[in-house]
């Protein structure tokens, strides 16, 4: 069984599903109206309010999960999360009340996650499908065929935003619904061409408010009783007429959406208008789901961040037998050092696998550059701070160590710097290592074992030895090698 659990900016929101042969089947789900982007305030900081609120919140879905046999648990944070400035002091509180990891996920892999989601609901391998789901602090628009995923836009209009812009106090005008509808617009025109009805046969609309209003829609019998702009135009009209939220007594919606359903509206039909679609379907999946699939992806050994890694290595040119070669060496250094926990092991694979991509840039400093495209880099599956540990690693591979600050503290994170480095030695010295005869230990101290032939047989092995003996002698860590038969 596997659990989702989206920090979105409107809403909270849980799901339990377990995998049943070909589909996952929800056997339990939670909404609270939290509204965390509603939270933010002038400064782009979370209010102490909103927080408690989150808090409070996030303890009662911990007593949920607590309750279910699960073989995976993510959580992630959307719009609002990546937005708030004070983001990176209320996550551990967050944690903690959850008792689980809280990854801030970009708009880009918010999109490929909705759309992994919807692709799996639906019995339609070879559809080419446009895909558009818009949430409390982001619009995601995605085009696919099948599960394969083939451009994804995020955008920052969400219906938290417009409705506090646009209708302040619950007012709705004929004027600020045009200028809600315009200004949305304007955010996806620029980007619009390549989603048109061209490049796809069927769309799709995945989020709460898109299915809030189609149910409007069909059991008030608006319009043509569908999804489609004509229906949506005159929901509209139907809204500037009541001239208040506080008016909305329509079959299908809930009080608690009401408020943030008219800026919905707006995007809706500002994104339907500029990408040429006529009629959406709402449709029951969207990233609570693409998040319970790629856990079970990854149970099956069908990691996304494996390919996102290989791609990223062919575009910028880096050897592949190199990057293979460092990648095993070192992971095969860090089991040796015996970490205490396993976080690192598959963030150090991956960081060998690119840690000469900089070299596109330049061949002195290529481990800075590699570092920041890596940060900074959109890459599928990986999570902001899976990058940034990522990062932090490749910047470490070579050079002085006082240049991570404080990440040494971590022994863990202080032994994959130590594997990386000494397996990019090996392979500069173009040694053949055998791991029954190299030892590595890093306590109070590094201490290396090595056959005395490699020093005699490998002219340069000393040297490079030498060199990072002195780098960690700068971090005040004693570095102790001795020479065996």
């Not at 955010?187 to 009805?197: C, G, I, K, S, V």
């Not at 290595?313 to 970490?339: I, T």
Request: proline fraction near 3%; charge should be neutral; hydrophobic fraction near 45%.
């Amino acid at each position: 069984m596997y659990a989702a659990v989206d920090l979105g900016s409107n809403s909270f929101r849980l799901h339990i599903g377990k995998h049943d042969g070909e589909a996952i089947r929800v056997v339990k789900s939670l909404r609270e109206p939290i509204r965390l982007g509603a939270g933010l305030d002038k400064s782009g900081n979370l209010t102490a309010p909103a927080m408690q609120a989150a808090l409070a919140c996030l303890g009662s879905f911990r007593a949920v999960l607590s309750g279910f046999s699960l073989d995976a648990v993510r959580v992630v944070g959307t719009a609002a999360l990546r937005l708030a400035n004070n983001a990176e002091q209320f996550l551990p509180r967050a944690e903690q009340a959850i008792g689980h990891p809280i990854e801030i996920i970009s708009g880009e892999e918010e999109g490929r996650l909705i759309y992994m989601g919807v692709a799996n609901a639906l019995a339609a391998p070879n559809e080419r499908r446009l895909v558009i789901d818009i949430g409390g602090g982001s619009t995601e628009v995605i085009l696919g065929k099948g599960l394969d995923i083939e451009r994804v836009e995020s955008f920052s209009v969400g219906t938290v935003r417009q409705s506090l812009t646009f209708f302040p106090g619950g007012r709705i005008e004929a004027g600020a619904f045009e200028a809600a509808i315009l200004s949305a617009r304007s955010q996806f025109e620029d980007a619009a061409p390549p989603f048109h009805r061209q490049f796809w046969r069927g769309a799709y609309g995945s989020s709460g408010t898109i299915r809030s209003l189609a149910e409007v829609i069909s059991r008030n019998n608006i319009g043509d009783a569908r999804l489609s702009l004509v229906s949506l135009q005159a929901l509209k009209l139907r809204f500037i007429a009541l001239g208040d939220v506080a008016r909305i007594d329509l079959a299908g919606l809930k009080p608690d959406r009401a408020a943030t359903v008219i800026g919905g509206l707006a995007i809706l039909i500002a994104v339907m208008m500029e990408m040429g679609v006529d009629t959406l379907q709402p449709i029951e999946a969207g990233l609570r789901m693409g998040v319970m699939w790629d856990l079970y992806a990854r149970a099956m050994h069908r990691d996304r961040r494996d390919d996102s890694v290989r791609q990223m290595a062919l575009q910028f040119h880096a050897d592949p037998a190199r990057g293979e070669r460092v990648a095993r060496e070192a992971q095969a250094l860090y089991a040796q050092l015996k970490p205490a926990a396993d976080g690192y092991v598959k963030l150090l694979g991956w960081s060998a696998r690119l840690h000469e991509i900089g070299m596109l840039v330049s061949h002195t400093g290529y481990h800075k550059h590699a570092a920041y495209i890596i940060e900074n880099a959109d890459l599928p599956g990986f999570t902001a701070r899976e990058q940034k540990a990522m990062a932090r690693l490749v910047v470490a591979q070579k050079g002085n160590l006082r240049k991570i600050g404080d990440s040494l503290t971590d022994p863990d994170f202080a032994k994959a710097v130590l594997a990386l480095r000494l397996a990019i030695l090996l392979m500069h010295a173009r040694i053949e290592a055998d791991f029954s005869e190299l030892r590595v230990r890093m306590k109070n101290r590094i201490e290396l074992d090595i056959r005395r032939d490699w020093v005699s047989n490998h002219p340069t092995v000393s040297y490079w030895i030498e060199k990072e003996r002195e780098c960690w002698d700068e971090v005040d860590i004693d570095f102790l090698v001795r020479c065996g038969t």
